[in-house]
């Protein structure tokens, strides 16, 4: 059943003569009065705070045309926040955000609420359920177009245009001096001897505490703290073929083991000397550091 209650109503200032309109809105039964009590639109609010203090009266609002349905009054809406404009975007007197009817067409941030927004998203990832809102989102034909051909214009004025001499030559000597301020440095356990290069990934070489002279790992792991430790958990002497620095992953693969039941073996056998398992001597000298 469509409703043909709507109507359209406008704020006026009574502090002139002739009364000027500041706002223009659409509602049901008893919207028109509810800006009264709070509202959103901090322009509004605080020009209805100021007729209030100065007049001891609440502005003046009249309903303009009533008995609409919900697109004819979407269309009314629009048209006369068109007729008397938006103070916003310096065409009028009004205090509406928008363009009128349903959607927010139109809608200018204001720069502090802009700063606001950058400062709430600031180190913040979305959620899970904000991501599957964001994926649920689907565009219209003629917004994926638009998208589309905005890409394509971002694409062709950038095409072409090298960046200034300055800007890459901060950007390798800043490159360079990261490399420069983690060698000789000691993170945790582990030191690093040099940095080298693979393709876009920078490599840090260390040594660590546990004994193990050449470790090779993602510098950016040192310097965000994610990882300290080398890879070898153990120095173990398997059937005496001399002690060595081994992963549970590595003995598992070279004398065809279960790698869950070996590590269970080995936590319960710590620095202990000639130790069986499935027929396999261990002789366990140490326990370094756990995988990270």
Known sequence: ????????????DTRTDPHIPIYIGRGRKDRYLQHYKKTHNKYLSNKLDKIKEETGKHALV????????????????????????????????LCNLTNGGEATDGWKPHEETKRIWSQQRKGKKQTEAQYKANCSRVL??????????????????????????????????????????????TFKDLTVLSIEDNTNREYAVCSCSCGNPSFRIMSYYLREDIRTKCSYNYTININDEGFKYLTVKEISEKYNLNQASLNNFINKNKDLNNVYFKNIKFNIKSVHHLNQ
């Open 62 to 93: 009249l309903k303009l045309e009533e008995n609409l349905n919900n697109e004819q009054a979407n269309e009314k809406e629009i048209y006369y926040i068109s007729k008397y404009g938006r103070i916003d975007l310096d065409t009028g007197t």
């Open 1 to 12: 059943m469509q409703h043909t209650d709507y109507y359209i109503y406008c704020y006026y």
């Open 140 to 185: 219209t034909e003629e917004q994926r177009l638009a998208a589309i051909e905005r890409l394509k214009l971002a694409w062709e004025s950038s095409k072409g245009k090298p960046k200034p001499k300055d800007q890459i030559q901060k950007a390798v000597e800043a490159r360079i001096s990261q490399r420069e301020d983690i060698v000789n440095k």
